[in-house]
C-alpha cells in the first residue's frame, strides 16, 4: 500500500491549493480515503465518491473529490485561514490497519 500527497506550499490568507494524493497496492476504487491535518480527520469520501464528509472547521471551504481512474483523491482548499496550517495526509484503513502517506506541508501564512 502506498500513498504519495502532493500539492502542499506557502499561500497567503484567503488563498487556495489543491492538494493531490496518489494511491497504490489496494483497491483504490472501494476504499473510503481520509485527508486528515495531523490526526485530525478533514475530509473523507467514499469509494464511489458519491459520498463526503467534512469537518466543521472546514464546510464550505475544502471539496474533497476522487478519480478512480486515475487512483487520485483530490483536497480543493478554499479561503484558507492561518489556522489550516499543517501537515496533510490521506489515509485508508485495510483490514484493520491504518495506511498513511508521508504528508505535504501546507502554510498560510502573510
Request: glycine residues 14%; proline residues 2%.
Amino acid at each position: 500500500v502506498q500513498l504519495v500527497e502532493s500539492g502542499g506550499g506557502l499561500v497567503q490568507p484567503g488563498g487556495s491549493l489543491r492538494l493531490s494524493c496518489v494511491a497504490s497496492g489496494f483497491t483504490f476504487s472501494r476504499s473510503m480515503i481520509t485527508w486528515a491535518k495531523g490526526l485530525e480527520p478533514v475530509a473523507t469520501i467514499n469509494g464511489a465518491g458519491g459520498i463526503t464528509t467534512y469537518a466543521d472547521s472546514v464546510k464550505g471551504r475544502f471539496t474533497i473529490s476522487r478519480d478512480n481512474a486515475k487512483n487520485t483523491v483530490y483536497l480543493q482548499m478554499n479561503s484558507l485561514k492561518v489556522e489550516d496550517t499543517g501537515v496533510y495526509r490521506c489515509r485508508v484503513a485495510l483490514r484493520g490497519d491504518i495506511y498513511r502517506g508521508q504528508g505535504t506541508q501546507v502554510t498560510v501564512s502573510s
